[in-house]
Nanobody, 115 residues
Framework: QVHLVESGGGLVQAGGSLRLSCTFS????????MAWFRQAPGKEREFVAN???????DYADSAKGRFTISRDNAKNTLYLQMNSLNPEDTAGYYC?????????WGQGTQVTVSS
């Protein structure tokens, strides 16, 4: 069974940066496609970025140019570097993993951006 644990969230001022991490266990990390999603209060969960097994990445328009998704297969860890944060980025951030779809989800880490 895959187990995902996010960390790195917190309170940051607008314009600041955070790096989220997601540790993966239970299976071979390199064989899984991974992604970050977020959900703000009262809003639906939305896609942020993904990274495939080969390293191919894709971003939501809101993340392009500010966020960078990466993975370290040796450390079984997924990352999300977030720069130029603004209050609209305030949300719970969740990592997800899967083979053909995202079957596994972490418990989330809260990111709050103050203006």
């Amino acid at each position: 069974q895959v187990h995902l644990v996010e960390s790195g969230g917190g309170l940051v001022q607008a314009g600041g940066s955070l790096r989220l991490s997601c540790t993966f266990s239970g299976r071979t990390f390199s064989g899984y496609s991974m992604a970050w999603f977020r959900q703000a209060p009262g809003k639906e969960r939305e896609f942020v970025a993904n990274i495939g097994r080969t390293g191919r990445v894709d971003y939501a328009d809101s993340a392009k140019g500010r966020f960078t998704i990466s993975r370290d297969n040796a450390k079984n860890t997924l990352y999300l570097q977030m720069n130029s944060l603004n209050p609209e980025d305030t949300a719970g951030y969740y990592c997800a993993g899967g083979l053909s779809k995202y079957d596994y989800w972490g418990q989330g880490t809260q990111v709050t951006v103050s203006s």
